[in-house]
Structures are given as C-alpha cells and as structure tokens.
C-alpha cells in the first residue's frame, strides 16, 4: 500500500510539472482517526516552490487522478496529507495477501548483495552470560530480516584463542588441578574463578590423573590452555545449538597469526603509509581516519595488542569482497568503533559499509528482585540456566522485544506466566487459537484451501477492519525494520496484532451457521496466522500447533 501510495504521489509531481522525488516519506499517523497513511511531501517542497505546505497540498490532492482507492484524503495541520484507503482497496490487498503469501510480504531490498554478520564472538574463557544471548538473538533475528529481504547473508563467530585471556583460562585450570590433587597451590588473584574451572580441572583428572602432578605450569602451558578453551568452546557451541543458533563460519584468533594473515595486515598499513615507529613501539594512524588517537599494534617488547589482529580480521572480511560488513558488540566496545572505522577506511574500503551495532547487558529478575549470580560461572547469570528454565522461544522473543541499545529487565516469573503478560507466549497462542480453529471448521466439513475467494465485504465491523489495516501494514514494518537493522520493530508488530486478535477471537464467532460469513472470517483468521509465523521465523521463534 505505500508503495502503490508512493506511486500516485509522484505521478501526481509529474501532473504537476514538479520535479520527482527519488524517496516520498510515507508514514502511519500517531492516531487512527488522522487516517491510515500520511505524508509531509507538501512540506519538504514549500521552500523550493516558494509556496505555502498547505497550498502546495491542495494541488497535489486535486491533481491525483483516481481516487478510488481512498474513502477519503484530508490536508492536517501545516500541510501533512493523509489518505484513508477505501474498503475495496483493503479488500483487494487482503485477497493478494492470501494468494501471494510471504512474496507480498518481503520487497527484494537487498536484490542479492552479500553482507557478513559477525555476532557473540564470545572469548572462550567462560560460559555465555545473557549478554552474549542478547546479542546472539539480535544476530540470529537480522541475519533471517535480511535474508528474507534478498540479502545473501554469512553469519560469523570470532574465536577471540589467543593472547592473555586464554593463558590465563590455561592457569586457573592448571591452579585448580593442582588444588583439587592435594597440592597448595596458591589461585592467581586475576585468574577465572566459578565451578567450571573446576569442572574441566576434574575432567583433567579424570583423563591423565595425576601425570601433571609435579609440573610447573610453564612446563605444560600449551596442554592446559588447548584442554581448557576446546572444553569451553565445545559447551558454547552446545548452548548456541540448544538456544537455535547455527553459523556459517567460524574464525579462530590464533589462525590469522598462524597463517600470517596478522603479518600481512601489517605490512599491507606500512605499504600504505599508516603506520609509523616512536619509543620503539609501531603505530597505526588512526588519527588520519577520524578516531581521536593513534593506536599501538606492536608494542616496545615486540608484543602484539589486541587491536592487531582485529585489524587482520577486518583486512581477511574485506578481501572476501562483501557488500556490507556488520559487527554485533557489546555496549562497552562502544569506543572501539571510531578505531575499526579507521582501519577499515585505511585498508580501502569504504568505511560506511561496516555497521557496528551495540547491545546492552541484561538484568535478571525474578518477581521484581535482582536474581544471585551463578555458581556455575562466578560472576554472572548463565545463558544455559535461563534457556533450562525459561526455553529457547521465551528467552530470544524477550530478548527482542527492546532495541539491542537500551537496557533490558528479564523478569523470569513473567518469562514462565501463560498470560498476556508474556510477550511470547501471547504471539504464539494467537498462532495456536486460529490453528484450533481452523481444526474445528475442518471437523466441520468447511473447505479452506481457496480462502483467497472470500467474499470480504462481509468483514465490515470496526474490529475486523482495524485487524485488516494492521495486517496491510506489514510491508512498511519490514521495510523499516530492513533499511534501519531494527529486527525489534517486528517484535512489537506481531504483540500488537496478537493484542487486536485476541479480543476479536473472545468478541466474534468465527464458525458459525452463516456460511458465507464464516468462510470471510476464516480468511481473516488465515492472514493474520500468515503473518504470525512470517513474523516468528525472522525473529528465530518457532510457531506451536498447540498451546
């Protein structure tokens, strides 16, 4: 509908001799009273034509030749033009709906562009905490909006295996081995603490018994820290596989030094010119790229940073030629950006086609108080014990019912409710409730394969017409949740479908002796159920037969 609507309007300008306009902003009005769409056209041209918003809106009005397709067109306010679109019109949309399915759902945005999703990339030195979830679900739900949007996509996990954090996992397994064989030896202040070093120390046990008894941890360093980061490794891919998150690749950390892909991102800067020597230390250039300092890569002692290897990660991404590049961060890699842009527009690319989104943590509630940290982990609420509690489905929908950036309460005593309190659970019973009852209407002996044949204008209460709007303004939602990687905005329009569903279902019979009425309501129930199970797919929830 915007997009036929955004078609009259320029054929409108070129009636009017005015110059097209590449993009015409449509939006919904705020109130379902302003009408069904609106557009501030007559505005954005009031200065180039040297005419009044509201004059230059009379002209546009009188100038559309059909007007069929609208009960009515008002001119609001300082010049804004709202459209209300006639019950023919809506009728004919639902009726393509139920013919066309998710082709007239989805517009072909990407038309094949290759982009890489990089997302979690959790270091292997602990299990995954909420955040990672959080992110994982923002990850896992645009990789499916994109996707559905003609995006070639690759979704990514950066194994962060090398450098201090896994030597220091390697350690606090080596101490706690130690310990648990009856030797003193004393933790390491700044080392991994939580019962899964203890875990993977007993697993050790188990396996070599006490071979390492009278070793020194710099004897059997490489031992210690490959056990520990591929058990660790191992029960992340198990939560990520548990929580319905696969990837199409996975890059280690240790393989860009192994490979000389780290060497080669070096030299690449010094060929370039950004790099330079002071105090002995080499530096990349960062300030010649917009970020407010220069950046070490090799430091006095010949140690390389971590930014080293981010920028041959970045160089490896680039050299694989996508179309676009989008990293999923945590919120405190929020100074990170400026430095990664530099690196990316230093390297030749374009440095508007990396987009870096940031997530918030997450806050554990049960019933209103904060929830303990686990003992499993030491310091945070594991991914895994809220997916054993709560479910997969329950967990990535709350996850996705807030922009990734704003922080987020998780309260689990709602998680678990069966009630419109919880989010999810109202979505997929909405699915449910019309799958009962398309099973009743088949027990019935009520064909329901050509609902597309309906006749519609039957649906002419104030509350069917209103479901009927919602449901034609899917398009526009997807449309904004694609070009903005806001895949939340779908969350919020399938708890508002279900929200308008729900009291419909306990106001109206769907089934009844009325045969021809029946047939209008069950193709009203099969568009919203079309457009449930689109909506839950992109967001990685799955869609219950049953509740």
């Not at 047939?519 to 919203?528: F, G, P, V």
Request: with cysteine.
């Amino acid at each position: 509908m915007k997009k036929s609507l955004a078609e009259i309007l320029q054929d409108s300008l070129k009636t009017l001799g005015i110059e097209t306009i590449r993009q015409i902003e449509i939006k919904v009005p705020p109130k379902e009273n302003m009408g069904d769409l609106a557009t501030p056209l007559a505005m954005s041209l009031s200065e180039k034509l040297k005419k009044s918003p509201r004059k230059i809106a009379e002209e546009i009005v009188a100038s559309i030749k059909d007007k069929s397709s609208f009960e009515k067109i008002d001119i609001a306010g300082p010049g804004f033009i709202n459209f209300t679109f006639s019950k023919e019109c809506l009728f004919s949309e639902i009726k393509r709906l139920l013919e066309l399915k998710s082709s007239y759902l989805r517009e072909n945005i990407g038309k094949g562009k290759r982009v890489q999703i990089e997302f979690i990339s959790a270091n292997p030195t602990g299990p995954l905490h909420l955040g990672h979830g959080r992110g994982g679900a923002t990850g896992v739900a645009l990789s499916n909006l994109l996707a559905a949007a003609g995006y070639e996509i690759e979704r990514e996990y950066y194994i962060n295996d090398a450098g201090k954090q896994v030597k220091l996992l390697g350690l606090s397994v080596f101490a706690r081995y130690k310990q648990l064989i009856g030797i003193e030896y004393p933790f390491p202040e700044d080392c991994y603490k939580g019962l899964y070093i203890e875990d993977i120390a007993n697993s050790i046990l188990e396996e070599e018994g006490g071979k390492y008894k009278n070793a020194d941890f710099h004897d059997v360093p490489d031992f210690f820290i490959e056990y520990s980061y591929q058990k660790i490794l191992s029960g992340i891919r198990d939560d990520l596989r548990d929580f319905g998150i696969t990837f199409d690749t996975w890059q280690s950390e240790r393989e860009l030094y192994e490979s000389g892909e780290v060497g080669k991102a070096i030299e690449d800067l010094k060929i370039k010119g950004h790099v330079y020597e002071k105090e002995g230390a080499l530096w990349f250039r960062a300030t010649a790229f917009g970020d407010d300092k220069d950046r070490v890569i090799i430091k006095k002692d010949g140690e390389y940073t971590y930014f080293t290897s981010d920028i041959a990660y970045h160089r490896k991404k680039i050299e694989r030629r996508y179309d676009g590049l989008i990293d999923i961060w945590g919120a405190d890699h929020h100074g990170y950006i400026p430095r990664i842009k530099a690196v990316i527009e230093a390297l030749g690319y374009p440095k508007e086609r990396l987009k870096v989104l940031l997530v918030q943590m997450v806050t554990l509630l049960r019933g209103g108080k904060p929830v303990q940290m686990s003992k499993r982990a030491g310091e945070f609420v594991t991914l895994r014990e809220v997916i054993d509690e709560v479910g997969p489905d329950i967990t990535k929908f709350i996850f996705l019912t807030r922009r990734p950036d704003s922080h987020l309460e998780f309260d689990l005593e709602v998680a678990k409710a069966q009630s419109s309190e919880n989010p999810v659970f109202y979505v997929q019973y909405a699915n449910a409730r019309i799958n009962s009852i398309f099973t009743h209407a088949e027990e019935n002996g009520i064909k329901t394969d050509k609902l597309y044949d309906a006749n519609f204008e039957l649906l002419s209460t104030n509350d069917e017409l209103r479901i009927i709007k919602k449901i034609l303004m899917y398009p526009m939602v997807f449309e904004g949740s694609v070009n903005s990687y806001e895949p939340h905005r779908i969350t919020f329009y399938l708890q508002e479908l279900s929200g308008i569903f729900h009291p419909y279902y306990n106001k109206h019979r769907i089934v009844s002796d009325d045969v021809e009425l029946t047939m209008s309501r069950l193709a009203l129930c099969e568009a919203i159920r079309i457009l449930l199970r689109e909506g839950l797919q992109i967001l990685g929830i799955s869609t219950p037969e049953k509740m």
